[in-house]
T-cell receptor
């Protein structure tokens, strides 16, 4: 009964390095999301995938790319990490994109130095 | 532009007291208003939600009050307990639309 699983939990990157955050859900949900959480900013949507095969930009997509690998998996890639991308990243999923409960993973703490 | 404004950012309440968190929204097309609870080191989890056709929804010690004309909604936690200490996010979304807009969060501390 894992729900939404994201890896890694913690990561330190140097400016300019690239990395991919992995996310998988086992609830057969159609929609998946990537959020970032910063103090005083709340949760901001980076990218989402309403259904397998589709991805769309959210509120803060610059510097990120995503891949909906299959129905279960949705990855977030930082091509050239910047200190401004230091944040806590949450993957999430929902049955559909229409106002259903969003289920979040436990977060990935990323520090860019 | 912050579409959902949440206040206060932090709140300290004594055990047994009432915790009140307020949110205001601008987009009248919003039709789903959930509250999420987040414990340290964990992801947010849905606590309670309301649609604008009702003015109040209660689940145990948690109540959402909704004022459509004022475009405001609030979370009341009755008989607050130390285990309620967490960060609370209000949110709003439009049915059939993918994006949920979150408030900035309120860090609640319930002291014994």
């Amino acid at each position: 009964n894992a729900g939404v699983t994201q890896t890694p939990k913690f990561q330190v990157l140097k400016t300019g390095q690239s990395m991919t955050l992995q996310c998988a859900q086992d609830m057969n949900h159609n929609s998946m999301y990537w959020y970032r959480q910063d103090p005083g900013m709340g949760l901001r949507l980076i990218y989402y995938s309403a259904s397998e095969g589709t991805t769309d930009k959210g509120e803060v997509p610059n510097g990120y790319n995503v891949s909906r690998l299959n129905k279960r998996e949705f990855s977030l890639r930082l091509e050239s990490a910047a200190p401004s991308q230091t944040s806590v990243y949450f993957c999430a999923s929902s049955v559909t994109a229409s106002g259903n409960t969003i289920y979040f993973g436990e977060g990935s703490w990323l520090t860019v130095v | 532009q912050q579409q959902v404004k949440q206040s206060p950012q932090s709140l300290i309440v004594q055990k047994g007291g009432i915790s009140i968190i307020n949110c205001a929204y601008e987009n009248t097309a919003f039709d789903y208003f959930p509250w999420y609870q987040q414990f340290p080191g964990k992801g947010p989890a849905l606590l309670i939600a309301i649609r604008p056709d009702v003015s109040e929804k209660k689940e145990g010690r948690f109540t959402i009050s909704f004022n459509k004309s004022a475009k405001q909604f609030s979370l009341h936690i009755m008989d607050s307990q130390p285990g309620d200490s967490a960060t609370y996010f209000c949110a709003a979304s439009i049915g059939g639309y993918q994006k949920v807009t979150f408030g900035i969060g309120t860090k609640l501390q319930v002291i014994p």
